[in-house]
């Protein structure tokens, strides 16, 4: 029997949790990622399958406003989850399902995820 890696077990989580978790009109679906280098969240209407919002380290409105590029810690998926919910209360959206994409809810998707409930996004 083969030993699964990291990110395989990720990825049977993910899967579990998005049988779960689905956004609709009302209440879209918040989608985090992180890579090795940069952090990314996205806002779904998984009901039209349309991406409502979308930030990350790398997009040039982020580096632009903080200054900085790279999830290397805690700080910079802060400011991501206030950056995202900023764009998404410009929207009009402000209640979200989370979907943590499988990630142990701790460390930079926790960070993440209370700043964007500071910035007013309910989940």
């Given at each position: 029997?083969?030993?699964?890696?990291?990110?395989?077990?990720?990825?049977?989580r993910h899967k579990r949790i998005?049988?779960?978790?689905?956004?609709?009109?009302?209440?879209?679906?918040l989608a985090f990622y992180k890579?090795?280098?940069?952090?990314?969240?996205?806002?779904?209407?998984?009901?039209?399958?349309?991406?409502?919002?979308?930030?990350?380290?790398?997009?040039?409105?982020?580096?632009?406003?903080?200054?900085?590029?790279?999830?290397?810690?805690?700080?910079?998926?802060?400011?991501?989850?206030?950056?995202?919910?900023?764009?998404?209360?410009?929207?009009?959206?402000?209640?979200?399902?989370?979907?943590?994409?499988?990630?142990?809810?701790?460390?930079?998707?926790?960070?993440?995820?209370?700043?964007?409930?500071?910035?007013?996004?309910?989940?």
């Amino acid at each position: 029997m083969a030993v699964k890696t990291r990110r395989q077990k990720r990825i049977i989580r993910h899967k579990r949790i998005r049988k779960k978790v689905f956004g609709t009109a009302e209440r879209p679906r918040l989608a985090f990622y992180k890579s090795l280098h940069n952090l990314y969240a996205q806002i779904i209407d998984d009901e039209k399958g349309h991406t409502l919002v979308s930030a990350s380290t790398i997009d040039k409105d982020f580096v632009q406003k903080y200054g900085f590029r790279g999830g290397k810690n805690m700080e910079i998926a802060k400011k991501l989850g206030e950056f995202i919910a900023e764009k998404a209360l410009e929207k009009g959206i402000n209640k979200v399902v989370f979907d943590r994409g499988g990630f142990i809810y701790h460390g930079k998707v926790k960070a993440f995820a209370e700043a964007a409930r500071e910035k007013g996004l309910k989940f």
